[in-house]
């Protein structure tokens, strides 16, 4: 999982109040949020979707746009050695990355949705 789905919108001030969305409307996902962690420049909800454990990173780009450009990503949260020696399990990731362009495009105003590197 490591193409980020990037966003237009104005709906947001913050990563803070987008993150606070994207958790409230991660739950009618049929997503088990755990819980909500700030970092440096973004934040990262840890949550469970069909019982793996998937973290969530979202914050704004750094990219100068008239209307404020967003990202966010998910990423399957396992060991070291499950992620050298193993397949991902591809299912799971489509699901998610479907799960979160229905939550993006869902925001009122969003504009520009596209996955990219």
Do not use: C
């Not at 969305?21 to 469970?48: A, R």
């Amino acid at each position: 999982m490591n193409q980020n789905l990037y966003f237009k919108t104005s709906k947001f001030d913050s990563a803070r109040q987008l993150s606070g969305y994207v958790y409230s409307q991660l739950q009618h996902l049929s997503f088990e949020t755990e819980k909500l962690i700030e970092s440096e420049y973004m934040f990262i909800i840890n949550s469970k979707f069909n019982g793996i454990d998937i973290d969530i990173f979202m914050g704004k780009n750094d990219e100068e746009s008239d209307i404020p450009l967003w990202q966010i990503w998910a990423d399957q949260r396992v060991s070291l050695f499950k992620r050298l020696f193993s397949k991902h399990d591809e299912e799971i990731e489509m699901l998610v990355r479907e799960k979160l362009e229905i939550l993006v495009k869902s925001i009122h105003d969003v504009s520009s949705v596209e996955w990219g590197i």
